[in-house]
């Protein structure tokens, strides 16, 4: 099993920033990994993923230019950073493995999320 941990979520400004953190514990080896958002009252949706190696990303439209995920396999870590924020990037944000691709059933592995509010 393989526990997924989020912080760093909170209120910011639009065209403020912030930087999600996601650390994982437990059966950690090699995987591929992944954010999702979920909005008020929306489906949960694909923002990033990044392969094992680091070498390969992939984003969601709505977030290319603004938003760069990167991990840091030593820390069993994977980042979110998140530039130029809007209003419509309020959600949940959650870290999850296993995949990389905006495919849900890739993922086996989901954390708790964390709240991002951007306010105007």
């Known amino acids: 099993q393989v526990q997924l941990v989020e912080s760093g979520g909170g209120l910011v400004q639009a065209g403020g920033s912030l930087r999600l953190s996601c650390v994982a514990s437990?059966?950690?080896?090699?995987?591929?990994m992944g954010w999702f958002r979920q909005p008020p009252g929306k489906e949960r949706e694909f923002v990033a993923g990044?392969?094992?190696?680091?070498?390969?990303?992939y984003y969601a439209d709505s977030v290319k230019g603004r938003f760069t995920i990167s991990r840091d396999n030593a820390k069993n870590a994977v980042y979110l950073q998140m530039n130029r924020l809007k209003p419509e990037d309020t959600a949940v944000y959650y870290c999850a493995a296993s995949g990389y691709t905006s495919i849900r059933s890739e993922y086996n592995y989901w954390g708790q999320g964390t709240q991002v509010t951007v306010s105007s």
């Open positions: 990044i392969r094992w190696s680091g070498g390969i990303t």
């Open positions: 437990g059966r950690t080896f090699s995987y591929d």
